[in-house]
């Protein structure tokens, strides 16, 4: 998707250790007519595969999931908690993942009453690197015995394993840009 | 707002300890169409104070806020973090907000470059109970310079006391429901 191709060459930044800063559009502020036009993109790619839920882990893949969703008739959002807090239901089903970011494992789980068995699913996040996010997501879909019927992700970090290892496993997987390396002065190379 | 009042009557629980449990359509599954009729509330009351940008907390003030964004012709998003992570700017204004799910001290914090001085802000929120995550944000927004026109909140506890400190401080606050009480039976007593 070249415009969010542009979006990260002209404001995205490289911040040495493989991290890779888009908060200025993607997740911390949101460019909401970027954000809604991602979603028309996944909802075009995957509409054929009749997706009957969106999900996605809070907190910054709660936009692009709701605006996909906007996209696909007002299909339901169900966003992946990363505690099982105080307000949550009985039957969860949980699965590990961990967070480079803040260096730790979090559960992340859903109430296993909103996904019934043999719900469509469509996983939608902001960034796929090493995939541990959309592995979580994966595994809770299977626990439901619910079928993935696509993986829509902002931007993948091409340099690290997850898009590799899901295109392996046979996922349909739509990436909107790649980026595919960092030069030595600190650029981003991205495809899209 | 007489739909979500209807949804609260209809789907939502009282846990004990006055939590209100609404996640079938507002905070773990989100119900699209109604969080985007929530938007278009918002936007028809704040729309004559100009907001230029809308802020709320992570993670699920996201949803309320991006659909309040888009009725606004597309006004950008922040939302304030729970940890500063590793991919956050060094120019943070921060402030301390207590989780009573989680029973612990947050510190939120945005960064500045996103709040220049003067920006007009319309803070939304799915929940107002005590009034910590608004207040915490009215701090952000102190510390930027930037003017707070407005507070709209999907859901608040009229039992509990943030909306009263909020309206007491002369905050322009719309809340789309107000749960008023909940009866002896567990059965919420809701406005709308």
Request: aromatic share 6%; glycine share 10%.
């Amino acid at each position: 998707m070249r415009e969010l191709r542009d979006a990260i060459i002209q404001k995205g930044k490289a911040l040495g250790g493989n991290v890779v800063k888009v908060d200025m559009f993607l997740n911390h502020r949101l460019d909401t007519a970027l954000i809604f036009r991602m979603g028309a993109a996944f909802a075009e790619h995957f509409r054929a595969k009749q997706p009957e839920v969106i999900l996605t882990v809070e907190a910054s893949g709660i936009a692009l999931a709701l605006a996909t969703a906007r996209a696909l008739s007002d299909l339901p959002v169900l966003f992946a908690k990363k505690s099982a807090g105080a307000a949550q239901g009985e039957g969860l089903a949980q699965a590990p993942v961990y967070s480079f970011t803040h260096k730790k494992w979090n559960n992340i789980c859903v109430d296993k009453a909103y996904l019934p068995e043999g719900t469509r699913v469509l996983i939608i996040d902001d960034f796929l690197a090493d995939g541990q996010a959309v592995r979580g997501m994966r595994m809770l879909c299977e626990q439901c015995a619910c079928p993935v019927v696509g993986v829509g992700i902002g931007i993948e970090k091409g340099f690290q394993d997850g898009g590799m290892d899901l295109r392996r496993d046979g996922v349909n997987l739509l990436s909107l840009a790649v980026i595919t390396g960092i030069s030595p002065e600190g650029e981003l190379l991205v495809e899209g």
